[in-house]
């Protein structure tokens, strides 16, 4: 019987497997940050361990660093706290880090790859649930808690139960002006946020397959949206291109017989499946979520479900509730709501493309922030991804039309810096949780992509960007 892409990874990585099915998997990379690493190094210390592999580690500090001025450094005292403790234990302990004044500093999700220490094949860990973006490279990627990192420092693996697996084909071409976000969402939209509990999801069909690297981390960055904690994409032509000469690539004669075997990173055509999702990309529009689920999304063209529609009580409940929260009226036009702030960053969606898809937004609708716009910020992934857009005269772009642009890190995605929502304000964000207080107390986010939220910038409120994209 053939095998998934998920099956290959996991048997090339067990080292030993228990009758009820536990098994100790080898773990290749290992990325930390500030938030879950300090009491897996205090752990160590207390037993007196040391890391059993340093190369196979690197850390960056990215939820707790400011986006404004860094010469100033950390003001809030608890950041400050968090950001010291790492820098500390990453030189007791001999970790390679990426410092805050470093220019390779960034979003862990978004440096791991752009250095060439994801790769694939790999088995790659965080302390971060949104590791399954690393998954777009063909590696088995996902998130751990702190004891499991300290586990992982302690003896380079990690004790797993195998996932079942989930084949989600996206066939066809999206419509202009709907890419990445707008499938994810979709497919969370139809599967719901527990839909893919218990598999890993492997994305694939046409639709996937035309995706930059970027775009396919932007899918799989949001597979722990869709309940999967790890998500996956094929290796093909796209995967290798990108991570040819990459500081933590492979080169020479190694690069020739990794390229060999990455070759072999696909499902077999006889694999099979313990569920299967079919989508048509062309059905798919620009997505807006409307509550405060990630699985509560709708076209922009669709108008604020009404609960009244709804039979089931406890759907009801919940629509009702997401409503209040929103403060949102049924049967509103999506297209009607107005916003107050404008995240573009994350994860999910800072990279360069994401970067560039927002400025040729900006730059096509022309002037600047709706004046109804308090804060329009953007925040790239990395230090390298901002010196790039740099480079091609995007920032400029944004501040002639009245952005921010900030210094990377998580910033405004769950406001763990000084980059918040005030109670009560609504924003069009490109993350991917959208939950009660995420990006501040009482603040009410919309996610959507960075097209999208360049458009709700210009024009104060959601609009179809298709339209400004020459998609209708
Ligand atoms: C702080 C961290 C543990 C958390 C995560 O695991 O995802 C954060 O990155 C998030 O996005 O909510
Ligand atoms: S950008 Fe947001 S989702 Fe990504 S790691 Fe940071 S806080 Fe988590």
């Known amino acids: 019987m053939g095998r998934t892409l998920y099956d290959k990874i996991w048997d090339e990585h067990v080292v030993h497997t228990e009758e009820d099915g536990t098994a100790v998997l080898y773990i290749d990379r290992h990325l930390v940050h500030e938030v879950t690493s300090p009491q897996a190094f205090e752990g160590l210390d ?9 190369s196979a580690n690197l850390a960056v ?16 005292p608890i950041s400050r706290l968090q950001v010291d403790t790492l820098d500390k234990n990453c030189d007791r302990f001999g970790i390679t880090q990426f410092k805050m004044s470093d220019k390779r500093q960034g979003i862990v999700h978004v440096i791991g790859p752009e250095q060439g220490a994801t790769l694939p094949g790999m088995t790659v860990v965080c302390g971060d649930s949104h590791t399954s973006t690393h998954g777009a490279f063909g590696a088995l990627a996902h998130g751990i808690g702190t004891s499991e990192v300290e586990h992982v420092l302690a003896t380079q693996t990690l004790l797993a139960r195998k996932a079942r697996n989930m084949l989600i084909k996206v066939e066809g071409q999206v419509p202009r002006g709907c890419g990445a976000k707008d499938i994810v969402l979709a497919i969370i939209g139809r599967i719901g946020t527990a839909g893919g509990t218990g598999y890993t999801i492997e994305f694939a069909g046409s639709a996937i397959r035309s995706l930059s690297m970027e775009g396919r981390m932007t899918v799989c960055n949001m597979a722990i949206e869709a309940g999967a904690r790890a998500g996956l994409v094929a290796v093909d032509d796209t995967t290798i291109q990108y991570v040819k000469g990459r500081p933590y690539s492979p080169a020479g004669v ?13 499902s077999d055509a006889d694999a099979e499946w313990d569920a299967v999702i079919e989508l048509d990309a062309a059905q798919i ?12 999304v709708l076209a922009v063209d669709d108008r604020v479900p009404d609960p009244e529609k709804e039979k089931d009580a406890v759907k009801r409940a919940a629509i009702e509730r997401a409503l209040q929260y929103m403060a949102l ?12 702030k404008v995240f573009i960053g994350s994860c999910t969606n800072s990279r360069i493309e994401d970067l560039r898809e927002a400025a040729a937004v900006v730059r096509r609708v022309g002037g600047r922030v709706a004046s109804n716009v308090k804060l329009a910020m953007v925040v790239p992934g990395s230090g390298l991804v901002k010196e790039q857009a740099e480079r091609e005269g995007l920032d400029q772009v944004f501040k002639a039309a009245g952005f921010e642009w900030r210094e990377p890190g998580c910033s405004m995605c769950l406001a763990m810096n000084a980059d918040r929502l005030e109670p009560g304000e609504r924003c069009a964000s490109t993350s991917n949780r959208n939950f009660e207080g995420r990006q501040g107390a009482g603040g009410r986010t919309h996610l959507v992509s960075p097209a999208m939220a360049a458009a709700a910038a210009m024009e104060g409120h959601f609009v179809d960007v298709r339209r400004i994209a020459g998609g209708t």
Do not use: F
Request: charged content about 30%; glycine content about 4%.
């Open 329 to 340: 009226e049924p049967n509103r036009a999506m297209s009607d709501i107005r916003i107050d």
């Open 61 to 76: 500090s990215d939820h707790n660093v400011p986006t404004t001025d860094r010469r100033q450094g950390i003001a809030d």
């Open 285 to 296: 529009k620009p997505q807006v979520t409307w509550g405060t689920s990630p699985e509560m």
């Open 254 to 266: 190694e690069w020739d017989q990794a390229v060999a075997y990455w070759r072999t990173l696909h």
């Open 46 to 54: 207390i037993a007196g361990r040391k890391v059993w592999r340093l």
